[in-house]
T-cell receptor
Framework: QQQVKQSPQSLIVQKGGISIINCAYENTAFDYFPWYQQFPGKGPALLIAIRPDVSEKKEGRFTISFNKSAKQFSLHIMDSQPGDSATYFCAASNLSTSYGKLTFGQGTILTVHP | DSGVTQTPKHLITATGQRVTLRCSPRSGDLSVYWYQQSLDQGLQFLIQYYNGEERAKGNILERFSAQQFPDLHSELNLSSLELGDSALYFC?????????????FGPGTRLTVT
């Protein structure tokens, strides 16, 4: 019930293309869904997050799409750049009962070719 | 730079030993979270403290313990170390109140048990 499943494990995209990473969750009590970006040797950095009362949130080239009925959410990176090459993690939390502790997906290694 | 600091950056020790990892949260953040990142388990939540008190516990081994001090810095103690404890240990901090639960991660401590 606490799992978050992320796909694909790895993704190769050409510069300027769209990168799409998907996550699915089981626990319907989750009410906070952040995405993190991690470069080698660094800690995860918060990219963008969404609550289930909206279906989409956009910040610059990054967009989260959220489908509550399907229990799925995805990250879209528009105009992907070589500097976006990193590992991306989706996560989920129940803010009211778990005080923000995050359950993470397994991660997606994104490579953007120039 | 997230504003979360962790020391040491690297730690190499032998099986059976005990180590202490230290974390200083961002200024103004009351909550500290500890996560373990390994190749086989991914990013796993260990434990959370809020203003000095333990708030949530994840898959933390009995050999591991943590505390948060009055100045809000936190320490994670790992004892009777085993080879399988080799991993990256991250600390994250958050305001964790008033609807603000964004977690900001430190650079991590890489623990190698030989």
């Amino acid at each position: 019930q606490q799992q978050v499943k992320q796909s694909p494990q790895s993704l190769i995209v050409q510069k300027g293309g769209i990168s799409i990473i998907n996550c699915a969750y089981e626990n319907t009590a989750f009410d906070y869904f952040p995405w993190y970006q991690q470069f080698p040797g660094k800690g995860p950095a918060l990219l963008i997050a969404i609550r289930p009362d909206v279906s989409e949130k956009k910040e610059g080239r990054f967009t989260i799409s959220f489908n509550k009925s399907a229990k799925q959410f995805s990250l879209h990176i528009m105009d992907s750049q070589p500097g976006d090459s990193a590992t991306y993690f989706c996560a989920a939390s129940n803010l009211s009962t778990s005080y923000g502790k995050l359950t993470f997906g397994q991660g997606t290694i994104l490579t953007v070719h120039p | 730079d997230s504003g979360v600091t962790q020391t040491p950056k690297h730690l190499i020790t032998a099986t059976g030993q005990r180590v202490t990892l230290r974390c200083s949260p961002r200024s103004g953040d009351l909550s500290v979270y500890w996560y373990q990142q390994s190749l086989d388990q991914g990013l796993q939540f260990l434990i959370q403290y809020y203003n000095g008190e333990e708030r949530a516990k994840g898959n933390i081994l009995e050999r591991f313990s943590a505390q948060q001090f009055p100045d809000l810095h936190s320490e994670l103690n790992l004892s009777s170390l085993e080879l399988g404890d080799s991993a990256l240990y991250f600390c994250a901090s958050s305001v964790a109140q008033g609807g603000s639960y964004e977690q900001y991660f430190g650079p991590g401590t890489r623990l190698t048990v030989t």
